[in-house]
Nanobody, 123 residues
């Protein structure tokens, strides 16, 4: 069983930056694909970015490509999401999740989820 705890959310101005962190415990972190998803009011939960377990291959949604960087530190059991040039439409609850499927973009393949951290981008 993997437990995930996100942090780093908050209120940020349009054009600003932030870094989200997700600390994992209770499993072999280095064996999991890690993903960041977000859920905005009135919208479906959507994939933001994914990073593979050991080769650190990455995938980004078109909506954040060029503005987001996902990374992980397997020694610290932590995955990060750095976002810049934030837009109002980035406002959402951000969740990290763990999957055993390599570089999965499918939400239903993620077995473990954190409780989320809220990001509000205001002008």
């Amino acid at each position: 069983q993997v437990q995930l705890v996100e942090s780093g959310g908050g209120l940020v101005q349009v054009g600003g930056s932030l870094r989200l962190s997700c600390a994992a415990s209770g499993g072999t972190f280095s064996s999991y694909t890690m993903g960041w998803f977000r859920h905005a009011p009135g919208k479906e939960r959507e994939l933001v970015s994914v990073i593979s377990p050991s080769t650190f291959s990455t995938y980004y949604a078109d909506s954040v490509k060029g503005r987001a960087t996902i990374s992980r530190d397997n020694a610290k059991n932590t995955v990060y999401l750095q976002m810049s040039s934030l837009k109002a439409e980035d406002t959402a609850n951000y969740y990290c999740a763990a999957a055993t499927t390599w570089l999965s973009a499918m939400r239903n393949q993620y077995a473990y989820w954190g409780q989320g951290t809220q990001v509000i981008v205001s002008s």
